[in-house]
C-alpha cells in the first residue's frame, strides 16, 4: 500500500460530503472495495486511481502524496445559468475584498 494513500481517499470523500457507498456507484465497484482502499487492503488500480481524482477534483499527485498541497474547495455550477455563475463570482470576489 502506498504510504498515506488510505487516509487521503477517506479524507477526500468525507471532503465532498459522499458516502463509501456513493464513491462506489460512481466507480461501478463494490463499496467494499471501497472501503478497502480507504482500510489499507487493497491498492487502487491506475484505472481507479485516475477515476478518484477526477471525482475527487485533485491530482493523482495529491492522492499518491506527491503534492502536499491540499486542493482548493470547488463550487459545483452544475445547473446554474450563467447569470448565476456571475454572481457568485461576484460574491466571492466581494467576501475576499
Known sequence: MINGL????QEMRIKFG?????????????PSVV????????TPSTE?????????????DYLLGKDRNTPEVTIS???????????IISLIKTMKA
Open 6 to 9: 488510505p487516509q487521503r481517499l
Open 48 to 60: 481507479i486511481l485516475l477515476a478518484l481524482s477526477y471525482l475527487y477534483k485533485c491530482s493523482t
Open 77 to 87: 455550477t452544475e445547473g446554474l445559468n450563467s447569470e448565476q455563475i456571475q454572481a
Open 18 to 30: 459522499l458516502s463509501q457507498r456513493a464513491v462506489a456507484k460512481q466507480l461501478e465497484i463494490s
Open 35 to 42: 472501503s478497502a482502499y480507504e482500510t489499507g487492503e487493497r
